[in-house]
């Protein structure tokens, strides 16, 4: 999960892990600050229930972006992680990007190591507020994602945010013009499908799980999965032999979808 500082990444996970859990949980730390909460390059498993065996999906936090070329998250760490190189609890460097033999760097690695989808994660209420530079690391990295083959997604969060509308009835989250609006103008922004665009509420300060706040979030998950789906679909033949089948409702049995 790649995005700026504060769009919600350790929150999305802490809202699935609690769907998946059936209660609130904060497994990973999220807030606002000014700068990135979020400092360790963390991989989350997810478990069926309190005590439940581990659902088959990694989900992988990462600093926030910021416009400042010397600050946050550095794209070239972003395709270490894809390429599998980045070990668990990588203490990312504000001043250079994770190199071959340094701390944290992984060399050997395998199939279940890579990234399987790239997620975005934007704020619905700072699209319009994104500069250029930072536009231009989310399009250094969504073109590194192309070139390995990485299928990409977008989570807009904050909905309820950065619509009345949908404040009072998360329901109406389709119905908003607003957000409609807000979804193009990140698409033409960033080079993103609308396809592949959905909105979502992170649980944030509700105390109670949610039935409508849930699909909303398990439609996110089953996209992720879905575009998953298409890295297995296109894997070389020698990769292809660290599984039996490359669709994910097969090969999902044996190996983690790494989002």
């Known amino acids: ?3 700026q500082v504060g769009a919600g990444k350790s929150s999305f996970f802490n809202s699935i892990n609690s769907v998946f859990r059936g209660n ?3 497994q990973a730390i999220a807030g606002t600050a000014g700068k990135s909460v979020t400092t360790q390059f963390r991989t989350y498993t997810i478990n069926a229930g309190k005590g439940g ?6 989900l992988c936090d990462t600093m926030g972006l910021e416009e400042d070329d010397s600050s946050g998250l ?3 760490d972003v395709i270490s992680i894809c390429k599998g190189n980045v070990q668990d609890r990588y203490q990312f460097s504000q001043s250079s990007s994770l190199q071959e033999g340094t701390p944290g760097y992984k060399k050997h690695v395998s199939l279940k190591d890579k990234i399987h989808c790239v997620v975005y994660v934007v704020d619905a209420n700072r699209v319009s507020l994104m500069g250029q530079k930072l536009l231009n690391k989310f399009c250094t990295i969504r073109k590194k994602a192309n070139q390995m083959g990485v299928p990409q997604v977008l989570l807009m ?3 309820d945010e950065a619509c009345p509308l949908v404040a009072k009835d998360v329901k109406s989250v ?4 607003y957000l409609q609006n807000k979804a193009r103008e990140v698409s033409e922004s960033l080079g993103i499908p609308l396809s592949c665009i959905v909105p979502v509420k992170n649980y944030c300060s509700e105390m109670e799980l949610d039935t409508e706040l849930d699909i ?4 996110a998950v089953d996209l992720m999965l879905n575009y998953a789906d298409s890295f297995f679909d ?3 033949p020698q990769d292809q032999e660290e599984t039996e089948q490359p669709k994910l409702s097969q090969s999902i049995k044996n190996n983690n979808v790494v989002v």
């Open 74 to 76: 550095d794209p070239d």
């Open 234 to 236: 296109n894997l070389p």
């Open 24 to 26: 609130m949980t904060s």
């Open 174 to 177: 389709y119905r908003s013009v």
């Open 216 to 219: 909303l979030l398990l439609s």
């Open 157 to 159: 969060t904050k909905i």
């Open 1 to 3: 999960m790649v995005g």
């Open 53 to 58: 065996a581990p659902v088959p999906l990694v």
